[in-house]
Antibody, heavy 118, light 113 residues
Framework: EVQLLESGGALVQPGGSLRLSCAAS????????MAWVRQAPGKGLEWVSI????????LYADSVKGRFTISRDNSKNTMHLQMNSLRADDTAIYYC???????????WGQGTLVTVSS | DIVMTQTPLSLPVTPGEPASISCRSS????????????LDWYLQKPGQSPQLLIY???YRASRVPDRFSGSGSATNFTLKLSRVEAEDVGVYYC?????????FGGGTKVEIK
């Protein structure tokens, strides 16, 4: 059974940094791209970033480009999202998701809440 | 970026009755090289994470009941529920993945009348 467990969400001040993690199990981690999707309070879904199975390719939404960095440690079956220069509009639940070969987000974690506020 | 537009915003439904949700993309989601249409449907039940319902326009994800079906063209898509059940309430999202950034529709909230 695929399991994705996010952690690292917290209350942080504007301009601050935070590192989210996603621990994966139940599948061969290196064979799958992984993605982050966020959901602001009471709002819809927004794709944030994706990383290839090897970690060699990454893509970002324009709203986070230059501030967020996605990475993965395939030896630990873990993905990370380093978030810098956080803004109030980054406040959201952040979900990690497993992407199949064509990008379908077939499995999602339970999410971790990031609140950016002074 | 590809803009995804869903209608309606809210959909009150009667259990046992059919229902449908529409989604439109600002660009074609049909890949002329492989013939696939890169449009997925997700359901977010109250208090839960999103879950995959339909991928590549019309393929049901595993364990998704056959009362759910997806159809459409290169830019206009429909999710149909043949007979709504109480457990189907939540917010439905379409998502395109033919080009980055992936983009979602604004969501359609399905609730029981």
């Amino acid at each position: 059974e695929v399991q994705l467990l996010e952690s690292g969400g917290a209350l942080v001040q504007p301009g601050g940094s935070l590192r989210l993690s996603c621990a994966a199990s139940g599948f061969t981690f290196t064979n799958y791209a992984m993605a982050w999707v966020r959901q602001a309070p009471g709002k819809g879904l927004e794709w944030v970033s994706i990383i290839s199975g090897s970690g060699g390719s990454t893509l970002y939404a324009d709203s986070v480009k230059g501030r967020f960095t996605i990475s993965r440690d395939n030896s630990k079956n873990t993905m990370h999202l380093q978030m810098n220069s956080l803004r109030a509009d980054d406040t959201a639940i952040y979900y990690c998701a497993k992407a199949d070969l064509t990008g379908t987000l077939g499995d999602w974690g339970q999410g971790t809440l990031v609140t950016v506020s002074s | 970026d590809i803009v995804m537009t869903q209608t309606p915003l809210s959909l009150p439904v009667t259990p046992g009755e059919p229902a449908s949700i529409s989604c439109r993309s600002s660009q074609s989601l049909l890949d002329s090289d492989d013939g696939n249409t890169y449009l997925d449907w997700y359901l977010q039940k109250p208090g839960q994470s999103p879950q995959l319902l339909i991928y590549a326009l019309s393929y049901r994800a595993s364990r998704v009941p056959d009362r759910f079906s997806g159809s459409g063209s290169a830019t206009n898509f429909t999710l149909k529920l043949s007979r709504v059940e109480a457990e189907d309430v939540g917010v439905y999202y379409c998502m395109q993945r033919i080009d980055f950034p992936y983009t979602f529709g604004g969501g359609t909230k399905v609730e029981i009348k």
